[in-house]
Structure formats: structure tokens, C-alpha cells
């Protein structure tokens, strides 16, 4: 409940608007309610051949001289009996006396109260049946419908109104609503996407979302026009016998009683439908990022099979869902047609008996029209609390986005952005990196003690077998990860207590695992520096050896790369990416595989470019292929998250035999 309403307050700057939804939805009521009004005139013309001014004139004759005198005059006999039972001595038949002749007063008192209101209404209505209703009975019916027509016609548009203005503000509340989360996923640290998995964050930004803005909808909406709509039978039904209208309110409670066991269940059922959502488009996205590994192992029927399983479990949860939205329409259904009959046979018992008393209470004058009005607006007033049963199930279903929602957008990253950190200036100096451990895991160490100083301009290689921490030591300079123990200094200043921003635009990063976004060459070059010029962004690709293949795509540099980079080659991904790292003139440059994917030739050139580029920046290179070893000032050897060896390629052949053993390899590989 809690989320749900931290979610309504993202309607607040448009509260402007929910007001004038009220007030339409306010207005459709009134009229809704004004509508069954014209029942009765219909069946008094309908049913006699009396036209609406003779019938007025003898209601109101009736009332003044047949049902208002007698209750006077027996009022007056009433007040006379308790008068002398309020003189006899104090004893108990005279208490019992008393209170009978008492209650019998009030019956008496309250009934010539009914009847002077009727009076007065059937006097105000006789005031407008004679200015505007014609005296022959199918004009007067004419012209009653016309005005049916006209206000069901203007309650539609207040209805209409009222609807899209509903739909505006739960719109606007989600779009920024959306763009919070977005906001607040995208700086969270790269462990929490490791953790959630994108799958579920796309689930949470996506289908929650729908589901909660339905639940908002169904708020601002349907919570506030329903009930309204009920209110104005309410009224309108008391005014013609509250007593029948008090018997048929019973529903309320019984009903609300229904809603909210079946409530219950729904928000634990749409909470487990929309993890399934989740598992479900995790499926999607492993199958179709990796649809060539699934092609080339002939593995489409696993993935048919997986996939399959997936939906069918969702698809039992969700009509579980299904089966509780549907129960509780007809529940609440039956309730109300059995109080709507209950309450009928008791009018009719009225009408046809014409008892003092019913049950415990007394009974006012009604005739067989006013009873068919009063039932139509009892069933009037069902139908919004029938409506009012699904209402209650999808802001249940609402609740249960929600709590997914903000229970993601409430991690705060371990990696804060240290906006009152210190900017740091061009790295000039050195990097160290002092007793640094750290584990993705509590237990489950990957760097364990390393210490490791590099200075400016330098570069140095880090080499060893695979899981040994080389990547990982590296992911530690952005702080894509913070060490566990230990410390990293960037010209002395600890990268933890920096300005985050300044220190990562300071740093270049090509992968092996090249990312590219669906756009432009262009954009895809300059991302690191949106500002760059074109001329910036084409030497950046000359530099890259990039330029020559782009200016020969059907659009040059305007040549969309398809999701992932798709339409290019591997090779021609890595030098985009090198490019993109050129154009971004980072002081650090972090080179993890970046020719994997590079033919021979190209390879070559790259490693010329690189070494250019290198020049005057402190390099970090990770890579297995020992000639790329060849530009590094230093070689650093790592085995099981510690570094065990640092020297020239010559000096670790003599003194490192892991080195010795891999340089041996990589030898046996190129010979085979």
C-alpha cells in the first residue's frame, strides 16, 4: 500500500487536472442519479389517462386533505394519551403505556414529516409541470424523453472528459515515473545489473508499469466516479424511502468483506505473474542475443521446450489471476439481486398491505410507481458496486507492481557519484594500487593482497591464465567495482573520496566484448564526446583505420549499425570502438583484447595506431597474444588474484616459469 501510494504521488503536479476529472465525474453522477427521476412520470402517464397537471393537482388535494389532517388529528389524540399517562403514578404498566403511546407518536410525527415534504416537492413540481410540460399525455411524454436524451447526451461528455483527463494524468505520471527509474537504474553500479539481470529490470520498466498504471487509472477513475454514481441513486432512492434504501445498504459491508479476501489473493497471484514475466523475457533475451550459438548446435527445440515450460507456468498464474477478477463480479452480483429482492418484496408489502409498521420501522405512503422507481434505482446503485468488485482486484494487482518497482528503485549503489568529492585534475603522475583484495562473492576471493605502482605514460601489460584476476583488477580504476580491502591512488588522491564523473572521463576502455548502440556510425564514435565535430570524429576513425570502410557504406558516417553492431564484422567493431576511445583523449587507457577480433593485417596496423596513441598516456593492456607485448615498458604476471612477477618480456623468461609456460604455449599454438 505503502509503494502504491508513493507511486500516486507522481500525479500530484497534475492535481489540477484530477480535480476537473472530479468534478466531471461529479456532474455524470448527478445527472445519472436525475436520470431515474423521469421513471415516475413515465408510469403515471403510461399507466392512467390522466395527463402530469391533473395528476400533481390531486396529489397535492390528497396530501392536504385525506393524509395530512388525519395525522394531525391523531398526533394531537397521541399528545392528549401521553399527556394523561405522564400524570398516572409511577408504576410499571404505566412506564410500558407510556412508551407504546411514545413510539406511536414518533411513527405518527414522522409520518406527517414525510408527508408535508411530499407536499412541498409535489408543489415545486407542480410550478415546472405547468410552465414547460404540454397537457396531453404523449406530448408531456415527448417532451419528457427529449430531455432524457439531452442529459444522458451531456453526462456522456462530462463522462468522456472525465475518462480522458484520468488517462492524461496516469500517462504523464508513468512517463515520469519511468524516467525516474531509468534514471535511478542506470547510475546504480554494475554489480546491481549483475545481480538483477537486465531481464528483470526491462519487466519492472515495462509490464509492472502497465500493471501499475492501471491501478492508478482505476484510482482516479473508476474509485472516484463509481461510487459517486452510487451516492446519487442513494440520494435520489432515500428521498422516496429511506427505510427500503437503509435495508438494501446491508450489501456494503458483506460486500466490502468479499473484495477483501479476494484482494488478499490477487496481490499475492499478480506478484507471482509478473516474476514469471520476468523469467520469460529473460528466455527471450539469452535466446535471441545468442540465436547463433543456437543455430550452429541445432538447439531450437531445447530453447522451444524452455520457453514453452516458462509460459505455461506463467499462463497458470495468470489465470489464477483471471480466476479471481472473474469471481468476484458474480459474488458481488448475486448479493446485490438478493437484496435488491429482499428490499422489493418489502415495498410491495407496503404498497399491497399498507401496514403501520415494518419490522422495526414504521412505514410511509408509496404507490406502485414510486416502488418501480425505487427499484430501479436499488439496481441502479448495484451495478457501480458490482463495477466497484474489479476495482478493488487491479488496485490489488497495482499494489503488487508497485512494491516490484520501488523496491528496486530503493537499492542505493555501493559506487555514489561523490558529487562533493574533489575533481581531479589530468592524471600526471602515477597509479597504485596498495594491498587491493576483492571478491565478487563473501568467501570467494579473486584479487588478494595486489600492490602495484605505475607511473605516467607508462604502460604495462598484464598477462596470465584465464580467472586469474586481470579483468578484474582493471574494473577496479573506474570503480565499476570498489576494492574490498586495500586502496587505489590516483596522483596520490584515493579514486574512492574523487568526484566520480571527472575520474572516469579521464579513462578510455576497448573491450573484447566491443558494445555498440543501435545508431549512427557517427554517434556511435563520438558517444564518449557528443560535442566533438565532424572533422574530430573523422580523424578519430583515420586513426582507427576505420575511415576507409565506413566512406564506402551506402550512408557513410549516417550508416545505422543494427542492434549490437550486427551489421558490421567483428574487426570493424573493435576499431569503432578504438576510435571511440581515440576521439574521448582519455589521460588512462585500459586495452583488454581489443585485436581479438582483427585479421592479421589489421591487427598489425591497429598495433602501430595504438602504439601512437599511446605515447604520453599511462596504458593498461590485457592480452594473450605475446608480440602485443612487444610496446609494453613493463609486464605484469598474475596467478590466482596475486602478482607473482614484474619485469621486460627478457627478464621474465628467465625468472617467472608461469610466464615461461605461457609464452611456450602461445609458441605451440602459433606452430599448430
Not at 565532424?534 to 580523424?539: A, D, G, L, R
Request: charged content about 25%; hydrophobic content about 45%.
Amino acid at each position: 500500500m505503502k509503494n502504491f501510494l508513493r507511486a500516486c504521488k507522481y500525479a500530484w503536479p497534475y492535481r489540477y487536472r484530477v480535480l476537473v476529472s472530479v468534478a466531471c465525474a461529479l456532474l455524470a453522477a448527478v445527472l445519472w442519479g436525475l436520470n431515474f427521476t423521469a421513471i415516475y412520470p413515465l408510469l403515471k402517464i403510461l399507466g392512467g389517462e390522466e395527463n402530469l397537471q391533473s395528476w400533481v393537482d390531486d396529489s397535492i388535494l390528497k396530501l392536504e386533505t385525506e393524509i395530512i389532517p388525519p395525522l394531525e388529528d391523531k398526533i394531537e389524540d397521541l399528545r392528549a394519551k401521553k399527556a394523561e399517562r405522564e400524570k398516572e403514578p409511577d408504576s410499571p404498566q404505566r412506564d410500558v403505556g407510556l412508551r407504546k403511546v411514545s413510539g406511536y407518536l414518533a411513527d405518527a410525527e414522522s409520518k406527517l414529516e414525510n408527508a408535508r415534504h411530499d407536499l412541498y416537492r409535489y408543489r415545486v413540481a407542480k410550478r415546472f409541470i405547468d410552465a414547460f410540460l404540454p397537457h396531453g399525455g404523449f406530448q408531456t411524454l415527448a417532451v419528457i424523453m427529449a430531455v432524457l436524451i439531452i442529459a444522458v447526451a451531456i453526462k456522456g461528455l462530462f463522462e468522456f472528459a472525465q475518462e480522458t483527463l484520468v488517462g492524461n494524468v496516469v500517462n504523464r505520471s508513468l512517463f515520469d515515473l519511468r524516467n525516474v527509474f531509468f534514471r535511478r537504474a542506470i547510475h546504480l553500479d554494475v554489480a546491481s545489473f549483475n545481480t538483477s539481470g537486465s531481464h528483470e529490470l526491462m519487466s519492472r520498466c515495462t509490464n509492472d508499469m502497465e500493471t501499475l498504471g492501471t491501478g492508478m487509472k482505476t484510482v482516479l477513475g473508476k474509485i472516484i466516479a463509481e461510487p459517486l454514481r452510487a451516492l446519487a441513486c442513494i440520494v435520489v432512492a432515500c428521498f422516496i424511502n429511506w427505510q427500503l434504501t437503509l435495508l438494501f445498504l446491508i450489501l456494503v459491508p458483506v460486500s466490502l468483506y468479499v473484495l477483501t479476501r479476494i484482494g488478499r489473493n490477487m496481490k499475492r497471484a499478480t506478484r507471482k505473474v509478473l516474476d514469471r514475466m520476468s523469467s520469460i523475457l529473460k528466455i527471450l533475451q539469452e535466446t535471441f542475443a545468442g540465436i547463433r550459438i543456437v543455430k550452429a548446435f541445432a538447439r531450437e527445440a531445447h530453447e522451444r521446450r524452455r520457453f514453452r515450460a516458462a509460459t505455461k507456468d506463467y499462463y497458470q498464474k495468470a489465470m489464477w489471476v483471471v480466476t479471481l477478477d472473474a469471481l468476484s463480479g458474480p459474488i458481488i452480483e448475486f448479493f446485490s439481486v438478493t437484496v435488491i429482492a429482499c428490499a422489493l418484496l418489502a415495498g410491495a408489502y407496503i404498497v399491497l398491505e399498507k401496514p403501520e409498521r415494518l419490522w422495526f420501522m414504521s412505514t410511509t405512503h408509496m404507490d406502485m410507481e414510486s416502488l418501480l422507481q425505487l427499484y430501479a434505482l436499488l439496481a441502479a446503485i448495484a451495478d457501480p458496486v458490482r463495477k466497484l468488485s474489479s476495482v478493488y482486484t487491479r488496485i490489488q494487482a497495482g499494489w503488487a507492481a508497485a512494491d516490484r518497482i520501488f523496491n528496486f528503485m530503493d537499492r542505493e549503489p555501493e559506487i555514489r557519484g561523490n558529487a562533493a568529492g574533489p575533481s581531479l585534475a589530468p592524471h600526471a603522475r602515477s597509479i597504485e594500487f596498495h594491498n587491493v583484495c576483492f571478491s565478487y562473492d563473501p568467501g570467494h576471493p579473486i584479487l588478494t593482497g595486489v600492490s602495484l605502482c605505475v607511473r605516467h605514460g607508462e604502460v604495462i601489460a598484464l598477462v596470465g591464465k584465464n580467472g586469474c584476476g586481470k579483468t578484474t583488477l582493471l574494473n577496479l580504476l573506474p570503480r565499476f567495482y570498489d576494492p574490498d580491502h586495500g586502496a587505489i591512488l590516483l596522483d596520490g588522491i584515493d579514486i574512492r573520496t574523487a568526484h566520480l564523473r571527472s575520474l572516469r572521463k579521464q579513462i578510455g576502455v576497448v573491450t573484447q566484448d566491443t558494445i555498440l548502440f543501435d545508431d549512427t556510425i557517427y554517434h556511435n564514435i563520438a558517444y564518449g564526446k557528443p560535442n566533438a565535430t565532424k572533422e574530430q570524429v573523422e580523424e578519430a576513425a583515420r586513426h582507427a583505420k576505420a575511415h576507409d570502410y565506413i566512406v564506402k557504406l551506402p550512408r557513410g558516417y549516417e550508416t545505422r549499425v543494427g542492434e549490437a553492431g550486427t551489421k558490421l564484422s567483428g574487426g570493424q567493431k573493435q576499431r569503432l570502438s578504438l576510435a571511440r576511445a581515440i576521439l574521448s583523449d582519455p589521460s588512462i587507457l585500459i586495452l583488454d583484447e581489443f585485436t581479438s577480433q582483427a585479421d592479421a593485417e589489421t591487427e598489425i596496423e591497429v598495433h602501430r595506431i595504438v602504439r601512437e596513441f599511446m605515447k604520453g598516456r599511462t596504458t593498461f593492456i590485457i592480452t594473450h597474444r605475446f608480440h602485443t607485448l612487444e610496446s609494453a615498458d613493463r609486464i605484469v604476471v598474475l596467478d590466482a588474484g596475486h602478482v607473482i612477477a614484474e619485469g621486460t618480456h627478457a627478464e621474465l623468461l628467465k625468472t617467472c616459469p608461469l610466464y615461461q609456460r605461457l609464452h611456450e604455449a602461445h609458441g605451440q599454438r602459433l606452430v599448430a
